[in-house]
């Protein structure tokens, strides 16, 4: 089994940063892609950024030039830079990964989300 923990949500005021942090653990060979989604509550969740086990990066509009995502592969770790925050970054957002596990099976897992509250 393969399992995602992240930290490093909570409360920050308008123009703020945050670093979250999302550490794959298990039985894992190899992960390709990690990312980070986020969902407001009563909306669809959406993409935030993703970035490959080569460091390639990409972002949603909505955070370009202010969020930076990044990874320690050795770590199993992806992180989310967030800076410049606004009230309409406020959501869950979930980590995920795509993991090869020692069994050669591919599967997406996702992390059990953390809190991000903006205030203006």
């Known amino acids: 089994q393969v399992q995602l923990v992240e930290s490093g949500g909570g409360l920050v005021q308008a123009g703020g940063s945050l670093r979250l942090s999302c550490a794959a653990s298990g039985s894992i060979l190899s992960i390709n892609t990690m990312g980070w989604d986020r969902q407001v509550p009563g909306k669809q969740r959406e993409l935030v950024a993703t970035?490959?086990?080569?460091?390639?990066?990409n972002y949603a509009d909505s955070v370009k030039g202010r969020f930076t995502a990044s990874r320690d592969n050795a770590k199993n770790t992806v992180y989310l830079e967030m800076n410049s925050l606004k009230p309409e970054d406020t959501a869950v957002y979930y980590c995920?990964?795509?993991?090869?596990?020692?069994?050669?099976?591919?599967?997406?897992?996702w992390g059990q989300g953390t809190q991000v509250t903006v205030s203006s």
């Open positions: 970035v490959t086990s080569g460091g390639k990066t």
């Open positions: 995920n990964a795509d993991v090869v596990s020692i069994s050669r099976a591919l599967r997406t897992y």
